[in-house]
């Protein structure tokens, strides 16, 4: 099982549509976890981090539920610019400062 | 500007034949690490750095050689390149202070090994 599991995609949506990305995640004992947005052949750049309680930025929301492994990121009133792939990013507890990836969640909005 | 560099941005090789992508970064990050990039795999770290001189294994360093003489640098060497490390490479750097910090990626070197 990998580590860290996303749908691979891609989510085609219109302009203004709300959607939802999912991410489970192996290790319990991880501690940290992130949302990270990849446009095609860029660097990965942070979107933003979880908390136990979840958070919000502006029109994104990210859960999250120790229990389950489970990592939710959503989006609200999407933009054309919001196009591209989300990485789910969890810690390893195994290694200082280790990030494990996920395959990405890729979306496209359209007009 | 806070940045992480990566040198060359592109490069097409031949099996066997030595080659370093360097690596800088200038926000005085104490770890830095590299990751490969493929389809349908995502990124695997190759090598990643906690100091100067304090260097240990990703997950895929088969193949790859690092080094950490400054802070600033951390350049990846490949010794003999085959053509199975074609990949599109990052570097990245973060200061570990508190939890995992987030992590600044350089913008990429994309490598073909015929």
């Known amino acids: 099982r990998k580590e860290v599991e996303q749908d691979p995609g891609p989510f085609n949506v219109p302009e203004g549509a709300t959607v939802a990305f999912n991410c489970t995640y192996s290790n319990s004992a991880s501690q940290s976890f992130f949302w990270y947005r990849q446009d095609c052949r860029k660097e990965p750049k942070l979107l933003m981090s979880?908390?136990?309680s979840g958070n919000e930025d502006g029109r994104f929301t990210a859960q999250l539920n120790r229990a389950s492994q489970y990592i939710s990121l959503l989006i609200r009133d999407s933009k054309l610019s919001d196009s591209a792939t989300y990485l789910c990013?969890?810690?390893?507890?195994?290694?200082?400062?280790?990030?494990?990836f996920g395959t990405g969640t890729r979306l496209l909005v359209s007009p | 500007e806070a940045q992480v560099t990566q040198n060359p941005r592109y490069l097409i090789t031949v099996t066997g034949k030595k080659l370093t992508v360097t690596c800088s970064q200038n926000m005085n990050h104490e770890y830095m690490s590299w990751y490969r990039q493929d389809p349908g795999l995502g990124l695997r770290q190759i090598y990643y750095?906690?100091?100067?001189?304090?260097?240990d294994k990703g997950d895929v360093p088969e193949g790859y050689k690092v080094s950490r003489k400054e802070k600033r640098n951390f350049p990846l060497i490949l010794e003999s390149p085959s053509p199975n490390q074609t990949s599109l490479y990052f570097c990245?750097?973060?200061?570990?202070?508190?939890?995992?910090?987030?992590?600044?990626f350089g913008p990429g070197t994309r490598l073909t090994v015929l």
């Open positions: 979880v908390y136990s």
């Open positions: 750095s906690m100091n100067v001189e304090v260097t």
């Open positions: 990245a750097s973060s200061s570990p202070r508190g939890s995992t910090d987030t992590q600044y």
């Open positions: 990013v969890v810690n390893s507890p195994t290694g200082f400062q280790k990030l494990v």
